[in-house]
Structures are given as C-alpha cells and as structure tokens.
C-alpha cells in the first residue's frame, strides 16, 4: 500500500546489522550477530515492536493484509456481488468466482478458502499488533498505542463482518443463535491453539460491535493528508462501518444513533466533525478523478509499483477480461436508472452486451478499491429511518433523493415509491443497487433480509433454506481445527 511504506522495512529489521558507524568505520553489532542474523521469516516479537518505526510497520502490516487481492483488493468484492443477480459469467472460470457465481461451492472450492483464509490472517495481524503493544507499553506514547490499538480493532472488525456475511447465517433469521465463526482474539505463532469452536453469529456480532465501540473512542478525528485519511482508518470510518453492521442486524434504532453522528438531519448532507465527509457533486470525481475525496472513507490504495494484478483485480475482472456482463434483467434493466443518469457513464457497451468500467485502469490497475462511501453511510440511514418502529418517511425520502439526484438531477420519485414504509424501503434497495453496483454489497444486502438468491443466466435461485445461502467452511479449516 502506497502509504504504508514501513511495512517492507518492518520485514527486513531481521537482518543483524543495518549500518557501519559513520566515519569510524566501527559496526553497530558484533561479528556474532553479522555472522548469525535473526532470519526474516521468524523475526522475534522483541524486534518487530522496539522502535516507533517498527511498531508503525505492523500497524501498516495489518492494512495490507486487508487489501490482498483474495480480500479486499478485490476478490472479496467480486464474490459478493457475483452471487446476487446484477451479472452473467461469461467464461465459466472457477479461478474467477464461477462456482460462487452458479452456487457450486463446496469445502474445496477456491472460493470457499479466499475470504476465510485472507481474513484470519489479517485478523492475526491486528490480534499481533494489540497484544504486542501490550507487551511493550514503552515504544511509543499512550496515545499513539491507543490510535494504533483503535486502528487494529477497526481492522479486525471488518475482517469478522466479512466472515460473518459469507460463512454465517443472517442474523435476522433467528437473532444470531446459529453457529458462526470461531472468534480468535490472540495473536498466534505456532499451529498449537488451532482448535477453536465456533461462536454463535450473535456472538460475532457482539464482538464486532465491542471492537467498533472501542475504534470510535480511539481513532483520531481525521490525519495530517487527504490521502491518510482515505486509507487509515478514522472515527468517522468506525461509525460508517457500525452502520453498516447494525443494518446487518435488523437493529435500525441503532443505525439512526450511530448515522446521526455524521449525518446532519437537513441538506446539505456533510458530517459535522472529524473529516467533513460529504459526497462530491460528481461522481466520476471519486471514480476516475482523485480517489481522496471526503466521499471516500475508506478506500484499497493501488500505486505502479504496489498493486492487484491478475485475476484479483477488480478491473481486470469487469473491464479488462471481461469476465462478467451486466444482467440486461437485473438492474441494469430497471426504469429509476434513466439513460440521463452519470453513473451510466461507468458502462460500456459492446452490440448488446453491456459491461462495468467502475474500475477502468488498465494493468496497472490503479483504482482505488473502495471499502466505506459516504453515499452507503446515507442509504443505510435511510433504510434505517424507513424500517424502524417509528418511521421518519421525510428524511428517508430526502436521503434517498440526495443520492439519486447528484447523478441524476431532474429525476423525482413519484409518490407511490415514497408514501409507505414498505414503498419506500423497496425504493432504497433499488439505489443501493445502483449506487454500490460492483462494490461488494448486493449479496449481503440480500441475505440480511433473508431474500432468496435470484436466478440470472445458467445460475440457479437460491432460497434462504438451502446450504448453498452461505459458504461452506474450506477443508483448510476443517482439516486443522478439530473443534469444528
């Protein structure tokens, strides 16, 4: 990641000495220790954490670990969306989500490890990165241990809210009571604490909740350039994501409080402290001009010398490869999403075939993946205020009205989209598929509300009873962990 230029030299402390004394020509280390360096591959707890510059490249360590291209560098995304109805597979590739895709994933299906295997090894990271802060309370200053703490636990958050979407039942189905995933909070070295029972999906979430809690109160209200800001994680980024996750849950009361910390309840929609989040008046600005905007609250960086390449990447799958079209009966095809609309101007069509050029570099892929936009943080708030047990139909309307219109400005939602709870949530589904088209959403936004799984091309529906709703846990896991 372009901004975590310490994690290399995090990697290569191990070698024993670094530099020869200047002018006296004396080493700063023994013959020994030249003669018998700590190997690269077992660097010892000791040195990765007794310097700020070392402690700083494992917190850097743990970003990277989120934007692996079989997580959040892209092929987390995909999966997620390839498996609702808004794309036809084209090339029936298994390396590229097909069995996801058709939902013919089983416990040895590549897709079945990517995201569990990706996402426990960033969780090890940031569980890494807590207890070895702990360990030495004196490398850098209270404060500093709290925001590196903050970041680690809003990292590992994240990671078990995508374990949770793919490998657990939803938990409006029976308030989190079927089994999840096992929830590792240690940071581990050895294969000796392989064995771990699941948790309850409820338990998942309250521990996801418990991290974002603690991120909030720890994370700085914004850092020292745009680009930090976009890529580290900050106050607003955990109260966006608590909204995400509380939507998840069924719990709008909850969405309403966290939202309203960042949204103002009247236009113009900018949050009112900590980075001024707010949506840019363009959306091409956020996806072909400057990818750090204050819409992009959390974002995958990609520079030439640091990016996903290959099958991972987001714009070789949609517009390089063309591995997917869009679906001419998903929503691609519905009446709100007018030819007048600028987020039409991310299509591209070939005869009658219609492809996303969300991600429109070519190799090197250098769009930004993004993670957390204001835009989702006011839907979710609008969905929220629709569906709770006393709605606020009038903000709702706004908030939906809000995105629509600043790709769209002369669209207006006829009254009967509006004038019912139920209308209204529907029409807000309807933006999310819009708005969030190829950012990783439209299964979970499925599965949350327990819809069945439209059928699209060749791939069959898929209701919430049957196995093929959730991933199977790989053999990976189940070959190494007893407990399951």
């Known amino acids: 990641m372009n901004i975590h230029t310490s994690t290399a030299k995090a990697f290569k402390i191990g070698v024993a000495c670094l530099a020869l004394t200047a002018g006296l020509g004396l080493t700063a280390c023994d013959e020994k220790d030249i003669m018998n360096p700590v190997p690269q591959t077992s660097l010892q707890d000791t040195f990765l954490f007794d310097t700020p510059a070392r402690v700083l490249g494992q917190?850097?360590?743990m970003y990277a670990g989120l934007k692996s291209g079989n997580f959040f560098g892209g092929r987390f995304l995909m999966l997620s969306d390839i498996r609702g109805e808004e794309f036809i597979?084209?090339?029936q590739n298994v390396f590229t989500g097909y069995d996801a895709w058709n939902h013919t994933i089983n416990s040895g299906s590549n897709d079945a490890l990517t995201t569990w295997s990706s996402a426990y090894a960033t969780i090890n990271l940031t569980n890494l990165v807590i207890d070895g802060l702990a360990a030495h309370p004196n490398v850098v200053d209270a404060a500093t241990t709290a925001q590196y703490v903050g970041e680690a636990k809003f990292v590992r958050a994240l990671c078990y809210f995508s374990l949770i979407s793919f490998y657990g039942q939803p938990y409006v189905k029976d308030q989190g009571a079927s089994p999840g995933v096992p929830l590792r909070m240690k940071g581990e070295s050895t294969p000796a604490s392989n064995n771990l029972a699941r948790s309850t999906v409820a338990q998942v979430y309250a521990q996801i909740i418990k991290d974002l809690d603690d991120a909030e109160k720890a994370l700085p209200l914004q850092y020292s350039t745009p680009l930090l800001t976009t890529t580290r994680a900050h106050r607003n980024t955990a109260i966006a994501l608590k909204t995400r996750v509380y939507l998840n849950m069924g719990k709008f009361d909850e969405v309403v409080t966290e939202a309203s910390k960042i949204v103002p309840s009247a236009a113009p929609f900018k949050a009112p402290s900590g980075v001024a989040n707010e949506m840019q008046a363009s959306v091409a600005t956020v996806f072909s001009g400057s990818y750090t905007t204050t819409e992009s609250m959390f974002s995958m960086p990609m520079t030439e010398?640091?990016?996903?390449?290959g099958q991972s990447s987001l714009g070789y799958e949609y517009t390089v490869n063309q591995e997917y079209n869009l679906n001419p009966a998903g929503i691609l095809g519905n009446a709100a999403w007018r030819s007048t609309d600028a987020r039409r101007t991310m299509l591209r069509t070939?005869?009658?075939?219609?492809y996303l050029t969300k991600y429109n570099k070519a190799n090197p892929y250098l769009d930004y993946v993004p993670v957390i936009r204001y835009p989702e943080v006011l839907l979710n708030y609008a969905e929220a205020l629709a569906r709770k047990s006393t709605p606020n139909l009038a903000l709702a309307t706004?908030?939906?009205?809000?995105?629509?219109q600043r790709s769209d400005a002369s669209y207006t939602f006829p009254a009967t989209a509006t004038s019912t709870a139920a209308a209204l949530t529907s029409s807000i589904w309807v933006e999310r598929r819009i708005e969030l088209l190829g950012e990783g959403f439209r299964s979970n936004d499925l599965l949350r509300n327990m819809l069945t799984i439209p059928s699209k091309g060749t791939a069959p529906s898929i209701t919430a009873s049957q196995p093929e709703y959730i991933f199977p846990i790989p053999n990976a896991e189940i070959s190494s962990n007893k407990e399951l």
């Open 59 to 61: 917190v850097n360590g």
């Open 89 to 91: 597979n084209r090339l």
């Open 305 to 309: 010398l640091d990016n996903i390449s």
């Open 350 to 354: 070939s005869g009658t075939t219609v």
């Open 398 to 404: 706004t908030l939906l009205t809000a995105v629509h």
